[in-house]
Every structure is written in structure tokens, then in C-alpha cells.
């Protein structure tokens, strides 16, 4: 029972040393929602990310089809792009990006049983359906009056203020403008829903949102806070069962320098490979939209940097304990046994010993 004790203790031991280490990091790096902040402002996201809406808006029209994309807003001419610029700000995406942030921290810490994120995006598209307006008035005002050969060439019925090559005689500008305006907020490229939060994130042809799928995460997450006391408790107890369980003290006390050791070396790899691979990897493999993927691969690197910097300083500390606690055995020496108290016993003289020559008896050579 003493060996099996002493055993689970050593392998307990190993266990709550190394995640300890882990889950400080993650506390680190993830446990409160300022890193992640401003890492996302430092990534550049936000000046990138109406440059994304626009390559995700091109790519679904493309998936759509010549017929039905003629029907949508052209999302590749120049002046929709720029509406949509001038609409959708940066410092709009930052706002809206760490509400998101704050409210999903909401749910994780266990103050409420959804994010509580509620952003309003009717503005941002009333904004962003009479800017478009304003961009095909511009171009319809600028173009000549439309020849007799070139009407031929212009359909009546489908009108495209930002593909017309002349302005056909009788067309009226601010009723064409009015148009595009209704079309764009109608229109499902772009901000789909009016409002968007925890409730209305769902897949389609789903009734339960994520997160009421997800409720073990805030658990989990909640855990990882305590998680580094309830295992340095565990540990210390472990510890103890390792010296107090071993043959001496001795061998107990050399066990745990080696357990420190060798997680130590344990962390100093994995933080190695990790770094490795993170620094190797491409913005081109991330599978994002080109325009944020620089961002998001910042974002990756700050995070993962983070987390392993905490993992060496880990394995700095438990090197240092594990090399000086087997340096500071080496060097000392165990305690040597007492010596019985009282007279010593007289040992009997053996016949055949020959008694010593003392030099006063000794015969004068001369």
C-alpha cells in the first residue's frame, strides 16, 4: 500500500505541476477580454473589415449567377464600393467587434445564460442604401444624353444607373435614385438582419441558438480560474506523500527535484513546437478573406506568443527548482547515525596479539 501510494502520489504530482503552467497561461491569454481588445485593434481588422464585407458581398453575387446578380446592387463598381466604405466605418466595426467581445465574457463568466450583445445595424443600412442613392445620382447627372443609336442598345426596363453608358432623354434621376435606395435596403448582400444578437445567431432550419448547445464552455471556462489553486493544493499534498511515502526523506526530496525537471523540459518543448509551427504557418492557409488575413494571422501569432511566454517562464522556475534542488542534494551530505551513549564495552584481548613496542623500552642500538 506504501509503494502504490508513493506511486500515485509521483504521477499526481507531475500532473497538477504541469497544468498548472497551462492553465495560467490560458488565464493569461484568455481569461480577461482587454488582450483580446486590443489585440484586435492592433491586428488592423477594423480598417480591413469593409474590405472584406465587400470580397465576401463579390463572392456570394458570383455564386449567384449572372441572372440573379444583375439584379443586386453591383457590388464591383467603384462608387458602391466606396458607399459602402463611407457606411461602414472602422471605428463602427470596433465598436460593434468588443460589445460582441464584452457580452460573449458575459456569458463565459456565468452573469447571464446568453451573450448580451445587442447591436442595431438599421442605421448603418439606412446610411449605406442612401449613399449608394446619392453615388448612381452622381453618375446619372454626369452622363451625356443618350444618342438615338445608343438608345437601341438601352433596355427600358432595367435601368442600371452605374452600367449606363448615356442618360436616356426623359429618365428621371432622383426617381431612379429613390429606386436603388429601396433595392439596397431590401437587399440580403449586405446586413441582413436589422439588429444582430445572441438570439438571432442560429443556423437555418435550427430553433436553439449555439450557445444553449455550448453550456458547458462557461463551465469549463469558469473552472480554468480555480483550476490553478485546486491543483497547487492537489500538488502540495502530493508532494508530501511522495517524501513522507519514500524510503527516506532523501530519495523523496531528489524525486521531486527530477518531477520538476522534467516537466520543465516538457513545457520548454511543447512552447518550442508550438512556436514553430505558428511561425511557419502562412496567411494564405488560414482560410480567411484576403483582406483580413494578415489580421487574423497577427491575432493568432499575439495570442500564441502570449500563451508561450507564460509557458517559459513556467519552465524557467521549475528548472531552477528542479537543478538546484539535485545540486543541493549532490553537495550535501546525509546525516550520519548517533553514536550510542554510555561507556563502550571492553572487548576482549585477543592472545595472539602481539603487544605493541614502546619506544622507551626499546634497546639502545648502542
Known sequence: MKNLGRGLASATLKFCVLFIAIFVALG???GKPDLLKKTLKDSGIYANFTDSIIEEAQKNTQEKGQAAAQEDIPIGDAAVQQAIKKSITPEFAQSTAEQIVDGTYTWLDGRADKPTFHIDLAPVKQNLANNV???ALQRLQGLPVCTTAQLRQVDPNNIDPFNLPCRPPGIDPQAEKQKLVGEALNSDDFLKDSTVSADNLKQEGETTSPFEKLSIIPKAFQFSRIAPWVLGVLGLLAGAGVVFW??????GLKVLARTFLIVSILLLISALITKFIIGRTSADSL??????QTSTLYIIRTLANTFNNVLFVFATVYGVLGVGGLAA???TKPARAAEPEGPVPHKPKDPTERPALDIKD???KK
Not at 246 to 251: F, T
Not at 287 to 292: D, E, K, R, V
Open 28 to 30: 493569461v491569454t484568455l
Open 133 to 135: 442613392g446619392d453615388a
Open 246 to 251: 519514500d524510503r527516506d526523506r532523501r530519495h
Open 287 to 292: 482560410g480567411t478573406t484576403a483582406a483580413t
Open 329 to 331: 542534494l549532490h553537495f
Open 362 to 364: 626499546a634497546p639502545d
